[in-house]
Nanobody, 114 residues
Framework: VQLVQSGGGLVQPGGSLRLSCVVS????????MSWYRQAPVKQRELVAS???????DYADSVKGRFTISRDNGKNTVYLQMNSLKPEDTAVYYC?????????WGQGTQVTVSS
């Protein structure tokens, strides 16, 4: 099983980034997918999730700014991040789960700074 992330980097406040996570090794369409993040000296927190059926949910801190989506034909989940703030700075992780099985991506750094 592999969850390979891409798309992080350095961006100025107010800017945008899109994270991608390409999945292999399990049946992507059966899995709920999520994005988590972990800032220095903070616990990992759930940012957004999308069910196998496409229902989405967001942390209050990112509602209206972030959008999670999935392309089942490409086995890929995305996180579009707009209006980024310095407090969004963290390592972002892709996560797939189903019936007690769960897998993590390798993490990608997002830094929001002027």
């Amino acid at each position: 099983v592999q969850l390979v992330q891409s798309g992080g980097g350095l961006v100025q406040p107010g800017g945008s980034l899109r994270l991608s996570c390409v999945v292999s090794g399990f049946t992507f369409t059966n899995y709920a997918m999520s994005w988590y993040r972990q800032a220095p000296v903070k616990q990992r927190e759930l940012v957004a999730s999308i069910s196998s059926g496409g229902n989405t949910d967001y942390a209050d801190s990112v509602k209206g700014r972030f959008t999670i989506s999935r392309d089942n034909g490409k086995n890929t989940v995305y996180l579009q991040m707009n209006s980024l703030k310095p407090e969004d700075t963290a390592v972002y992780y892709c996560y797939g789960s189903r019936l007690g099985l769960h897998y993590w991506g390798q993490g990608t750094q997002v830094t929001v700074s002027s």
